[in-house]
Structure formats: C-alpha cells, structure tokens
C-alpha cells in the first residue's frame, strides 16, 4: 500500500476498462465495489473484505488490519487506477525475513485526496477466482539467525545555483546475502535523501552531470557517518569503495 504524494507505506500496465474472459472481472466493475465499500455502514469489514487474505501468518494479519484502519479514514473513494511505478520496489528483506505481496500487483488504486495533501494508493492484482483484490504483504524467512539490519542513510546534494544535478547509485546489502543496487537523481532540486534498512552500504558512485557547481555525498550506517566527500567541478565523480 502506499500514500501518494507520493510517500509511500508498506517496492505497468496499459489500463482499459475492458471486459476479461467469461470467468474474469472487469477493472470497471473492481471501482464500484471498492466504491461500494466505502459507503457501507461498516467500513472497515467492507474495504477489508477486499483484500486478499492467502498466506498471511498472524502477524501479517495484524499489519493487515493497521493498513485498514488507515485507508478507511475518509467518508468516500473516488477511485481511478494507475500503473505500478518503473522503479517501484515491491519486495523487500528485512532482518532475513521477505516481505512481498501475495498476489502480481498489477497496478494501484487510487482512491483520491488524503490528509498528507497527496492521494492513498492500494496496490491490487487478480486471484485465482478471476476477482481483483487490494494485495497483502506475506512475511518468509529466507535467513535464519540473520544479523539485524542497520538504518541505512544516503544523502547526495548538488551545490549550486541553479541547483546541480547528478545521478548515480547504491549497492546495498541484504540479510539474506544479496545486493540490490538503488539509484538516485537529483529530482529537480539538487539533493535526494534515501533511508532504508539493510546490513551494509557495499557501494555507491555519483556523478555531477551538471559539470559546475559541486557534489557533496554522506553516507551514514546507524547513525555514524562512514564516508563523506565533496567533489568540486571540474572533478565530476564521488565513489565509495
């Protein structure tokens, strides 16, 4: 699940309001019963009802529970749907444990404004009865006796008017002994902060593609900074290991 602002909770498709197989539903018909829900008496069993419920242990249930309380504060759903995000990261490995949801998502719904100024987007994809679902999240253990991730935290900043601004990315290392590589733009602004959990920061390199101005980069594992650098034009790279 996530809030769109976008700020996201919880990692494309050509979309047309057209009808499945015979045994299938329509995307059309998915709006108004989500819609549907959220004009019942109780809300929270209703939009509940429209989760998929398969291979959650009791504490996935639980969570499924705090997500339900939290998308059903507003008094109606002014639902349109809109493709899962190039770069969205729909696992994730924490403390050796996988979380991933338990149907293909295969796009969001987005049930209009929220209280952060931004809309409340539900992943959703279709079960086996042909039926489209709101996703859940299924927790696997895929390390035993793994060590505890740290917070993990990336800060690149683009100095410079107009801002500088650069790419590159972060190689970092998951409990279960895997790398996934996270990349980083300047986002119009000239900086991008990005905080996650993981056991190490294996790699990073950035680049000024701005070719002025300078590039600061500080990486921080649980709160202590293990590297900091800045390059001024016209060196152009900031690599860590």
Partial sequence: MRYDRPMRIVFVLALSLIALPASGETLEAFKARIEAAYGQADQAAAVGALFYKDGLGEDMQAMLGRAVGHIT????ADVRFVPVPGDARLAAVVDGYEY?????VLGYADLGANEFGGTTQVPYGQGPDGRYYFTATTKTLVKANAAPDKQLLMMVIGLGAPPVTFE???????SNDEIIRIKFDDQGAGNQTRVMRGQAIAACAFTNTAG??????????DQEVIFEQRAEAPDTVVRYR
Wanted: glycine share 8%.
């Fill in 73 to 76: 504060r507003r008094d109606a």
């Fill in 168 to 174: 590159g990315w972060c190689d970092i290392l998951q």
């Fill in 100 to 104: 991933r949801p338990n149907l293909d």
């Fill in 212 to 221: 002025r101005g300078a590039l600061s980069v500080r990486l921080t594992v």
